[in-house]
């Protein structure tokens, strides 16, 4: 009896997990540059009642007799695929398509990587996250020249009156 309420207890558990990481996948369905999540469930150990057999000359084989006790939560994965790119108008909305690749933002010397693509520029020609205000970093080019590579990056900064 306490098998089967066990087994029917995960089960439910398991159940509330699964709602907890679809609920969200739901709820951030337009929401630019969200990757949703998955979760992989696994058996919790089973009971064996008998062992298999081989047939013999007056039975066919037997199967093992198990009981399961239940399961539980694997993983929850990060699903990293690319969603649909749409055109949008601005210039300043971009978009990864290919590759596991992210933006780099920050926020004083702390640095942040995001999926959101949807910039602007505020006032002083900043690049930015409108809806937090974080910068979005990259190389800028120096006298024509652009040093790429390592933790060099900066602000993308395009002053007024400049093209991009």
């Known amino acids: 009896m306490m098998r089967a309420l066990w087994s029917a207890a995960s089960g439910m558990k ?18 630019t540059g969200f990757k949703a999540s998955r979760v992989t469930f696994a058996d919790m150990i089973s009971q064996n009642l008998s062992g298999a057999a081989a047939p013999n000359g007056t039975l066919g084989g037997v199967n093992p007799k198990q009981i399961g006790l239940g399961m539980s939560v694997a993983s929850t994965d990060l699903i990293y695929t690319n969603g649909s790119v749409q055109q949008t108008g601005k210039n300043t909305d971009v978009a990864i398509s ?4 992210l933006f780099v933002v920050s926020k004083g010397d702390q640095k942040y990587y995001t999926r959101n693509g949807a910039f602007e520029f505020d006032a002083q020609g900043n690049l930015t996250i409108p809806s937090t205000g974080l910068y979005v970093q990259g190389y800028m080019a120096n006298n024509g020249v652009l040093a790429v590579g390592g933790d060099n990056t900066t602000k993308i900064r395009i002053p007024a009156g400049k093209s991009m």
Not at 14 to 31: G, Y
Not at 98 to 101: A, C, I, T
């Open 14 to 31: 398991a159940q509330q997990a699964h709602m907890d990481v679809v609920a969200p996948n739901i709820a951030n369905v337009n929401t």
């Open 98 to 101: 290919r590759g596991d690749g």
